[in-house]
């Protein structure tokens, strides 16, 4: 039977680092249980330890970084973060980590020249255009800003709108409705299409904003089951998804809202 990592707590933990001490990736392992309880002193010396036995540990920077990150120790963030991509200078989320740093503190040229470098490395990761668009549309370039924006959706068009909806108002997609649809997902990503209509059924009738993002994943597994009519009524409510045409209208619309709502601020 398969051990899983997620299956073992800290004293499994520690009894694995007691019999086997120069072992830096159980300290790796220990520290991120740390870090997801909060403990983050205890975290760091394990990232630390773990640096002390491979010099060469880029997960341990990386992971010793988000604790910095975390407790707003920005500059030892970015230390970290830059050790960690100097080891492995092929490290997509090295540089995401780096740039989303560089955004907090608004160094939005950092930010850009991070969130780009990632972008050559996995052109495909619709996340990486929406932050660099955060940072374009921060640093006053609104046409550099837009075709971010429209690759975002152009690469994962629900969830590029959930992620804008949720910037905007933070409540949106919150709650109950929320858990249904990351349940119906897992469910549809497992090809339980039964179960996965019935969780995106309840989300829709606690009725939210996110309903758009139920109704067209319910559409997927109808769609899966064969059950065409269905599925088209689905995708009928989600407006979006029938004329290509309105992508546009959508993009432009949700990056004015984005400006009139940090003029606002």
């Known amino acids: 039977m398969e051990i899983r990592k997620e299956n073992f707590t800290l004293s499994d933990y520690t009894r694995m680092i007691t019999l086997d001490p120069t072992n830096y990736n159980l300290y790796i392992d220990r520290g991120i249980l740390y870090s997801s309880n909060k403990d983050f002193d205890r975290a760091k010396d394990d990232f630390t330890k773990a640096i002390q036995i491979n010099e060469n540990a880029f997960e341990a920077y990386g992971n010793r970084g988000n604790v910095f990150r975390q407790e707003k120790n920005y500059n030892l963030a970015i230390s970290d973060y830059t050790k960690c991509i100097s080891i492995n200078p092929l490290l997509v989320q090295g540089y995401i980590n780096r740039g989303s740093i560089y955004d907090d503190i608004q160094d939005y040229k950092n930010a850009i020249e991070d969130f780009?470098?990632?972008?050559?490395?996995?052109?495909?990761?619709?996340?990486?255009?929406?932050?660099?668009?955060?940072?374009?549309?921060?640093?006053?370039?609104?046409?550099?800003?837009?075709?971010?924006?429209?690759?975002?959706?152009?690469?994962?068009?629900?969830?590029?709108?959930?992620?804008?909806?949720?910037?905007?108002?933070?409540?949106?997609?919150?709650?109950?409705?929320?858990?249904?649809?990351?349940?119906?997902?897992?469910?549809?990503?497992?090809?339980?299409?039964?179960?996965?209509?019935?969780?995106?059924?309840?989300?829709?009738?606690?009725?939210?904003?996110?309903?758009?993002?139920?109704?067209?994943?319910?559409?997927?597994?109808h769609a899966a089951k064969q059950e065409y009519r269905l599925a088209i009524e689905d995708y009928k409510k989600h407006s979006i998804l029938i004329l290509s045409i309105l992508k546009y209208s959508v993009t432009l619309g949700l990056h004015i809202v984005w400006q009139q709502n940090m003029i606002k601020r």
């Open 116 to 221: 780009s470098k990632a972008i050559n490395l996995d052109p495909l990761d619709y996340e990486v255009y929406l932050f660099r668009w955060k940072a374009y549309n921060a640093s006053g370039e609104e046409e550099l800003a837009v075709k971010d924006l429209e690759k975002a959706f152009e690469l994962d068009h629900f969830t590029t709108e959930l992620w804008l909806k949720r910037r905007i108002n933070p409540s949106i997609g919150s709650g109950d409705a929320e858990n249904h649809i990351n349940d119906g997902c897992e469910l549809l990503a497992s090809r339980e299409y039964d179960l996965a209509i019935v969780e995106f059924t309840k989300a829709i009738n606690i009725g939210s904003q996110s309903d758009a993002i139920a109704y067209s994943n319910r559409g997927l597994a």
